[in-house]
């Protein structure tokens, strides 16, 4: 069975830093497709990142860009979404998605994905 949980939300500064964690079951992190993102209530959600572990290949929204790094850890099956310089617009819940039997062609900037885990909150103060 498949599972994605999020962890690492919480409340920080602008400008301040926060790691979001999502470790996930049933699957291998490192053969994956898997990506961010995150929603505003009344709002759209929006795609942040996505990655291939196959081939480390990465893109990211602009949104994003020199702020978000994402990693993984294969030991602990984890992806991380690592936020430097938060925004106040950054605040929102985070959401991990997974699409385990994807190609890389299909993967790369993907926002329909199989599995989605509950989500964790982020809240960045000004």
């Known amino acids: 069975q498949v599972l994605l949980v999020e962890s690492g939300g919480g409340s920080v500064q602008a400008g301040g830093a926060l790691r979001v964690s999502c470790e996930a079951s049933?699957?291998?992190?490192?053969?994956?497709?898997m990506g961010w993102f995150r929603q505003v209530p009344g709002k759209e959600r929006e795609g942040l990142a996505t990655?291939?572990?196959?081939?480390?290949?990465?893109q990211y929204a602009d949104s994003t860009k020199g702020r978000f790094t994402l990693s993984i850890d294969n030991a602990k099956n984890t992806l991380y979404l690592q936020m430097n310089n938060l925004e106040s617009e950054d605040t929102a819940i985070y959401y991990c998605?997974?699409?385990?039997?994807?190609?890389?062609?299909?993967?790369?900037?993907?926002?329909?994905?199989?599995?989605w885990g509950q989500g964790t909150q982020v809240t960045v103060s000004s």
């Open positions: 049933g699957f291998a992190v490192s053969r994956s497709c």
């Open positions: 990655i291939y572990s196959g081939t480390s290949s990465e």
């Open positions: 998605a997974a699409e385990p039997s994807s190609s890389f062609v299909k993967c790369i900037g993907r926002r329909n994905f199989a599995y």
